[in-house]
Each structure stands twice: as C-alpha cells, then as structure tokens.
C-alpha cells in the first residue's frame, strides 16, 4: 500500500485544494510511476536521455516564446531561434557541442546535458533590445565574412 509522511496538518491541503485525500493521490502517482516503463537503466540509457534532453528544450522553448508549435532549428540556430525570437538557450555544457540531441555520442555526455537542463544551469532567456542588437551585429558581420548562418 502506498503511504506518504505528513506533518502537522499538511496533508488536510490535498483535500482542501485538489479534493483527494492524500492516500489517493500517493496511490494515482505509485500507478504513473509504474505505468512510465522505465527501471533506473532504462532512464539513463542514450535514448532516454536524448528523449529528456529533446523535451526539455521544447518545452522550455514553447514557454518563453508563447508558442505552443515552435519547433527547435538546431542547424540554424543562430537565425531561426535567437534572431528570430530574441531567446537564446544559456548555459549548455562548454565541453559538449551543441547539437540536436539525436547526434549526441555517449551516455555521459547525454547526462550532462539532462542534467544542466533539470537543475536550471541551462535554460532559456529571452535577450533585452540591446542584446539582441548586439547579436544582429555580429550575426551580420559573420554572415558578410562569408559565414553561413
């Protein structure tokens, strides 16, 4: 049977906000957790990973700009994403390339990636005016130096 410890009156919360007893709620998330198909290997292994990593950066997109069908451009980040939308995703591992997760080679750098993406170190920020200008400039100059962006 499922239990879950409370103190105080914490667990009277779940009755009062969300209508269900607290042994109710425990038992429905015991039954998810189940139903996920996934042993602690199976979390971890490359797909999973590259899976976590494909949603968490979705979905994070789709909140910063407020639409619900964006689609992530790895291979013209620079110009469908940032200058398109002014929102840039910081603080991606420095020793991991940033690519499509699909193209991610090991486990390890999979879990790093998850990782900075689940405690918050890598998120998205939407740019200010003046960062994004900044960022014109310089995609502009890249592209006048010949570059493809």
């Known amino acids: 049977q499922s239990t879950w410890t409370t103190t105080n009156n914490s667990a009277e919360f779940w ?25 602690l290997l199976e979390h971890d292994s490359l797909g999973s990973l590259r899976k976590q990593i494909t949603k ?11 639409k619900k069908h964006i689609v992530m451009n790895y291979h013209n980040y620079d110009t469908a994403i940032v200058e398109t939308y002014g ?15 699909s193209v991610i080679g090991t486990v390890t750098e999979a879990q790093k990636i998850r990782d ?6 890598c998120f998205w920020k939407k740019l200010s005016k003046s960062e994004l200008d900044l960022f014109a400039t ?9 570059e493809t962006v």
Not at 19 to 36: F, K, L, N, P, S
Not at 87 to 101: C, H, I, Q, S, Y
Not at 116 to 121: E, M, Q, R
């Open 15 to 39: 009755e009062d906000i969300c209508g269900h007893q607290i042994v109710d709620i425990a038992r429905q998330y015991e039954q998810w957790a189940c139903t996920q198909n996934q042993n």
């Open 138 to 146: 310089e995609l502009n100059a890249r592209r006048a130096a010949g």
């Open 87 to 101: 929102v840039r995703l910081v603080g991606w591992p420095e020793d991991t390339k940033f690519a499509n997760p």
């Open 56 to 66: 968490a950066i979705s979905s994070g997109l789709q909140k910063i700009t407020n």
């Open 116 to 121: 900075a993406l689940h405690s918050g170190t």
